[in-house]
């Protein structure tokens, strides 16, 4: 599942009838579970992902730097930090793993936000409600 169609998912699910709010406020525990379980799915794809990318850093490392045990040939010191920063970063199937890992972290950041305004939308609801009590003379 892309970043994408959570995002048109959620704008969909997001919405709230005003003129229903007490089944707005039952739908609630579903949504919750709609969204955690894809935020737990798309959470161990994170992991493995992570997982997968100190793997291939190592196996990298080992092509770009160690070839033959020594750094590359130039004039110029750097440090080993240096090195990964400026050789190893720069690998071109390494910054593919790191582009897919960074959507995942933003997939990931982005349905947790998601489940914390469900979290809140029961407080949301109420405030609704307590507003048109209020404009209604009754609260």
């Given at each position: 599942m892309t970043i994408d169609e959570i995002m048109t998912m959620w704008e969909n699910d997001s919405h709230?009838?005003?003129?229903?709010?007490?089944?707005?406020s039952l739908k609630i525990p579903n949504l919750h579970q709609k969204y955690l379980n894809i935020y737990s799915k798309e959470k161990r794809k994170l992991s493995d992902l992570k997982t997968h990318w100190k793997v291939l850093?190592?196996?990298?490392?080992?092509?770009?730097?160690?070839k033959?045990?020594?750094?590359?040939?130039?004039?110029?010191?750097?440090?080993?930090t240096e090195l990964e920063k400026y050789y190893v970063a720069?690998?071109?199937p390494l910054q593919k793993a790191e582009k897919i890992l960074n959507e995942q972290e933003a997939k990931v950041e982005y349905l947790s936000k998601v489940l914390s305004i469900i979290e809140n939308r029961s407080f949301h609801i109420n405030n609704a409600i307590t507003w048109r009590?209020?404009?209604a003379g009754l609260g």
């Open positions: 709230i009838d005003d003129t229903d709010l007490d089944n707005e850093f190592q196996q990298r490392w080992e092509v770009v730097i160690s033959s045990g020594k750094a590359p040939e130039h004039n110029i010191r750097l440090s080993k720069a690998d071109e009590k209020f404009v």
